[in-house]
């Protein structure tokens, strides 16, 4: 079934992956469910460690730069919703 509306991706990082600097030109939700996570956002560095403090959610504004990386020794389990189909990506 396709949407109309909105996309949810899954998006699973293995340790030291990385999903580069980039944004949207819309807003974008991430919600961490496993895994030791470093998110770099406009060049501030946050780290969320959902096996720890359990799961974790952060909502990227419109045209924010932001990267993601696995820090942890283990896989992580995220989602990203977008409230668009087929959202573009800008690498930074």
């Known amino acids: 079934t396709v949407s109309g ?11 030291n992956d990385v999903i580069p600097m ?10 961490f469910a496993s895994g030791r996570i470093k998110v770099t ?3 501030a560095d946050y780290e ?4 720890q403090d359990g799961t ?12 993601i990386r696995n820090i942890g020794h283990t896989a992580t ?8 189909v087929e959202p573009q990506i800008f690498k930074v």
Do not use: V
């Open 56 to 67: 974790s959610t952060m909502l990227i504004p419109t045209r924010l730069h932001h990267e």
């Open 48 to 51: 969320i460690n959902a096996d």
């Open 5 to 15: 509306a909105c996309e949810l991706w899954e998006q699973p990082l293995k340790p």
């Open 41 to 43: 956002l406009d060049g």
């Open 22 to 31: 980039h944004y949207h030109l819309i807003e974008e939700t991430i919600t």
């Open 77 to 84: 389990s995220m989602l990203a919703f977008f409230p668009a």
